[in-house]
């Protein structure tokens, strides 16, 4: 598989951010089968951005939003519209996206379009490329809500990559999109057939623990409702934590509560959660993903230090698989946790620093800060891989 990153800082004349990337990709030679990922500011039009590309490019273009990206040799980007051109004669790509989801729907309005996109394709499914919206309120399906529905309709067969969308921390105008489709809580997804062998790297930024250990002595998928003998919120007031308002993910960014997560056969998978929202009525909070009943909840505490080690041995670790593959992996997709982004205050750019003089030429980069990571990780016991969903995490996709 070939693939090329496009990048233009203009999104308000959308012709000339247009015109701009087809001039940086006007010289990459298309196969058979080509897909098109976009990450692009809040502010663009993903609509009108369709209607322009579709007009050269005749193939699917899945995306979302995203506060920032992050870009090959040119590092971070705050601003603007970056594609990711995957292109192959040996490859199929099936693209499409969901209705708007909510608790009721989000698993069967998953499985249905899962379904119509491998009827689309010859071969084996081997990898699923997704998108999708955040929790905003007690309706919303979480992050693990979604990629296990995702899991299941692939029969638990497939890795599973991709993150939830952003928007500048207003946490209100992130999007998805598919075509000239655009959706606030839809999912969309890209199947990829044929001659790819996906790898992957996950790797956390919470490092320390503060003092907060609590048994979740009732909780429902992504709602927490009591801590040991309290309430969820009781516990929050009695270590000084903010509780005074309802929405609290800005407050929270930098505070991962941190779950241990069951799977098969006894294997453990510890994650972090971003806490979303708390319910003053109910004295419950609403996290981004899952937090199993009877785990023990405690709290990480993100710096500025593990924030870059832990970008440097992901990319360590993806460079040596790099130079051993003989030139088979041309394109890493990244997904970061906007926290991270937080965490690294006036130096930014420290996760693109990471990789940008070491990146090997012919290898294509394209990622963006997400509320959200969707990427496999091995469990602690079996090193088993998990199809997850992370928070305050750094993912590499490799194909």
Same mark, same amino acid.
């Given at each position: ?111 249905? !379009? ?32 979604? !990629? ?94 903010? !509780? ?62 593990? !924030? ?22 041309r394109t890493l997709l990244c997904t970061s946790c906007c926290a991270r982004f937080l965490a690294m205050a006036s130096n930014i750019s420290a996760e693109a620093d ?20 969707y990427c496999p990780v091995k469990g602690s016991r079996t090193g088993a891989d998990y199809n997850m969903f992370h928070n305050f995490t750094f993912t590499i996709l490799?194909?």
């Open positions: 598989m070939n693939s090329i990153v496009a990048y233009t800082a203009e999104i308000d004349d959308l012709n000339e951010a247009v015109a701009d990337l087809f001039s940086q990709t006007e010289s990459f030679p298309l196969q058979k089968n080509s897909l098109a990922i976009i990450f692009a500011e809040e502010a663009a039009d993903a609509k009108e951005l369709y209607a322009l590309l579709s007009e050269r490019w005749k193939f699917p273009m899945i995306g979302c939003s995203a506060m920032a990206m992050l870009l090959g040799k040119e590092g971070y980007r705050g601003i603007g519209i970056s594609v990711l051109l995957l292109t192959a004669d040996d490859c199929e790509f099936s693209a499409g996206m969901t209705a708007e989801l909510n608790v009721d729907n989000y698993k069967s309005e998953i499985k249905r !379009v899962y379904d119509e996109l491998r009827g689309a394709l010859d071969g084996e499914v081997k990898l699923a490329i997704s998108y999708g919206g955040m929790v905003t309120d007690e309706r919303c399906a979480a992050g693990d809500d979604l !990629v296990d529905a995702l899991n299941e309709a692939a029969d638990r067969k497939v890795p599973i990559y991709g993150g939830t969308a952003s928007d500048g921390f207003s946490f209100s105008d992130f999007r998805v999109f598919y075509n000239g489709e655009v959706r606030k809580y839809g999912q969309v997804i890209a199947l990829v057939s044929g001659n790819i062998e996906p790898k992957f790297a996950c790797v956390s930024s919470a490092g320390e623990r503060a003092i907060f250990s609590y048994e979740v002595t009732e909780a429902r998928r992504n709602i927490v409702y009591r801590l040991g003998s309290g309430t969820f919120l009781d516990a929050l007031a009695r270590e000084e934590m903010a !509780v005074d308002k309802t929405e609290v993910m800005g407050d929270y960014l930098l505070s991962p509560f941190m779950v241990e997560v069951e799977r098969e056969k006894g294997d453990q998978v510890e994650v972090a959660r971003t806490l979303s929202v708390l319910n003053r009525e109910t004295g419950a909070g609403a996290f981004l993903g899952s937090v199993p009943e009877g785990s023990t909840m405690s709290v990480g505490v993100i710096s500025r230090e593990d !924030v870059q080690s832990s970008v440097e041995r992901a990319f360590k670790e993806v460079f040596r698989k790099l130079a051993n593959a003989e030139g088979r992996y990471a990789y940008a003089k070491s990146l090997p030429e012919g290898v294509s980069l394209m990622g963006m800060y997400g509320y959200g990571e490799m194909m």
